[in-house]
């Protein structure tokens, strides 16, 4: 582009004043940070020092950010969005409403709904297939946004009559999330028990806001004297069935019930690999629990992928046993 | 490109028969994963069903890869990757180092080795700024394999002797991987007792195949509750300092060390908000205690950024803390 480059004197001491509540000393580096092409257009940066940029350029804008993740991601929501919508003109509308399904495979999610897809047809349906699930991604161009989102809704509840209680959330809501929100719907407060997933049920349940409302605690029972000391299961229960069984997690769960005095509490053990199975425990197999005040219910998977991918699948599987009990209330 | 479509029956075998190990029914849909392109080359898909495909085209290769992630990355790993290599005829090598800090910030790391860096120069330094620490990225391309490690080499000796211990780790070695193998070395087992983190550090440590080596149990103590019938902080302690302290967090590690008698225990308690903060302890205040046999450490930080960034940014301050005492001994 061969633009001069300018040092913008206002923008550092911008920086300078971001940086000094961010720490002490200022890195002679962070000055350059305020060397700019001359007639950029400097984008505020509210989580950090460096400023965004954007330049035009031939018919259109590069736009530069940092690439610290949150930072970039801040910057475009808080000021680049709005500048690349004005810039379009604000011409028509584009809506994207996404339908989280966990359960099905993506071909059978896709048989089910295999009529309303293809090529040409509106709104547009694409099917996204994660460890988490399969997403519907139902796409409407309108108008204007009444319009896209009336296509949208239509659709939607299509594809709800088909899918049912497989769709756990729309568009960025998590598994935990829409559990959280039954259980603080219900009053319920929950405590987790978990061997293989090793942490990551109680990480997934706390990174919702707010989850200390209705989340007690959770013992990560990696080890056997854990099972028993944190958790009451009768050590012949682990010696006779093995700390990953059926009858292992079911111990768990209502043992974390009983500590925890919780109404509900759920529990994981099994195999995340790549080590650790037998011909009649493969790698992948994974025992859920959970107790309820009407009694504790169990549940076994084999579960294929990477060590963390089956610890993704279990806590995926165990948070979704939650949902349907709590759905079935 | 306009190539014609082939049914390949068999593919379809194949598809049909991986299809039948991992469940029983096979929906119409998956048929269509043996209409092929004709001329394509088949790219063997070891976790699923949809195959890759591999076309020439022009100049080049067109690879298509399903976009599940586990199932494109696990073809990309056992055959585009050595095909895009033979494809390219094999001259030269490229070589990638990368070198792991946690601690600083990224203009301080560019800072103490600015004179090494700038285009160029050989081998390029590149660095990435991300939650989990700046990465300092080392390229080099050399006539061959040997000759390119062998820059490398030179050049990772000297970033070393500039940062020193704030590399913990090199290319995808994760800060759990080296704690793990620190504790593993030395026949250190550990514990955890996590408030605000929820539960990450005992998912994190045991994302570590064969972590139930030295990684004996965690307790997520959510509610003060919790904290008493669990860890045994004396509810004087919280009700005098707050859940939120320094001393609440030396009194999780040492109440943890205490009953689950491993050689270190550590602690974390702190505000991931983005409700909670108070002007003396606003979001993101973060205590962490270290119990050793040697006695117990506390640490507080001012951590910055959204409910989940405060959580990992917490989790691998509280690691590198067990990483600097293992390393300290």
Not at 158 to 164: A, D, F, I, N
């Amino acid at each position: 582009m061969g633009r001069r480059l300018i040092f913008r004197e206002d923008l550092r001491e911008k920086i300078a004043g971001r940086h000094a509540a961010l720490q002490k000393t200022m890195p002679r580096h962070l000055e350059t940070q305020a060397v700019v092409p001359h007639g950029a257009l400097i984008v505020d940066n509210p989580v950090g020092t460096a400023p965004g940029l954007i330049l035009e350029h031939e018919k259109g804008f590069i736009i530069s950010l940092p690439g610290v993740p949150h930072e970039m991601v801040a910057m475009f929501r808080e000021t680049v969005f709005e500048f690349i919508r004005k810039a379009a003109g604000g011409y028509g509308a584009i809506r994207l409403r996404v339908l989280r399904t966990f359960g099905l495979m993506e071909p059978q999610v896709n048989d089910l709904i295999v009529d309303m897809m293809g090529t040409g047809k509106e709104p547009y349906i694409g099917l996204t297939a994660k460890e988490t699930g399969v997403d519907v991604r139902i796409n409407a161009f309108g108008k204007d946004e009444e319009g896209a989102s009336r296509l949208i809704h239509a659709t939607e509840n299509r594809v709800r009559s088909r899918l049912g209680n497989a769709i756990y959330g729309v568009d960025r809501q998590t598994m935990e999330e829409v559990v959280g929100g039954l259980l603080r719907e219900k009053g319920f407060r929950i405590s987790v028990a978990e061997s293989c997933t090793g942490g990551l049920i109680g990480h997934r349940l706390t990174n919702v806001p707010g989850s200390s409302d209705y989340f007690e605690e959770g013992v990560v029972c990696y080890s056997n004297p854990s099972k028993w000391e944190r958790l009451r299961v009768p050590p012949e229960v682990i010696q006779k069935h093995g700390s990953v069984s059926a009858l292992t997690a079911k111990a768990m769960a209502d043992g974390m019930r009983q500590v925890s005095r919780t109404d509900l509490s759920l529990a994981v053990t099994g195999i995340a690999g790549p080590d650790g199975g037998t011909p009649e425990k493969p790698v992948g197999t994974v025992y859920i629990a959970l107790a309820t005040p009407k009694g504790t219910d169990g549940e076994e998977y084999r579960l294929t992928g990477t060590r963390e991918v089956i610890k993704l699948k279990a806590s995926q599987h165990a948070l979704n046993m939650v949902r349907r009990f709590m759905l079935g209330k």
